[in-house]
């Protein structure tokens, strides 16, 4: 037998496929990635040097020196304040001074008549002042 020391190739190739290195490595993520990184340590250096100026000179620099303008109208609306203010004193003062039209003496008197109405018709006539005493309401001091 010449066959027993040779040894056979199969005919079948039944390895893994090839990989190449282009389909493992996806070379513009990687690229983006680094310059992604590369800006973010960038501003991280840009933020030190500002703090490190901050801390240096002591203190922010918050200041503002916003004046706003004058109003153009702010003399008139103060003018027109004042006269208001003065009209609602007269006004006030007048209706302090005058004398009310309305009796209370009268009003209850009329109710006193009006409840003695009402007692005279109800069927069953109850005892009113018994069961609740009515104040009259003292209206004027």
Do not use: C
Not at 25 to 39: A, D, F, H, T, Y
Not at 54 to 71: E, F, I, Q
Not at 83 to 111: G, R
């Amino acid at each position: 037998m010449a066959t027993q020391g040779h040894v056979f190739k199969p005919m079948v190739d039944n390895k893994a496929p090839r990989t190449y290195l282009h389909s493992h490595l996806n070379l513009k993520k990687i690229q983006m990635e680094q310059e992604r990184l590369m800006e973010i340590e960038r501003d991280n250096r840009l933020l030190v040097s500002r703090v490190a100026r901050t801390m240096a000179r002591g203190g922010l620099d918050n200041w503002n020196d916003y004046h706003p303008k004058p109003s153009v109208n702010a003399d008139l609306r103060n003018r027109e304040l004042v006269k208001i203010s003065l009209e609602n004193q007269a006004l006030l003062k007048k209706i302090n001074m005058t004398k009310s039209v309305y009796d209370h003496k009268t009003w209850l008197s009329d109710f006193k008549v009006t409840r003695g109405y009402v007692t005279r018709l109800l069927k069953y006539p109850e005892n009113l002042n018994a069961t609740k005493k009515v104040r009259p309401l003292n209206l004027i001091n």
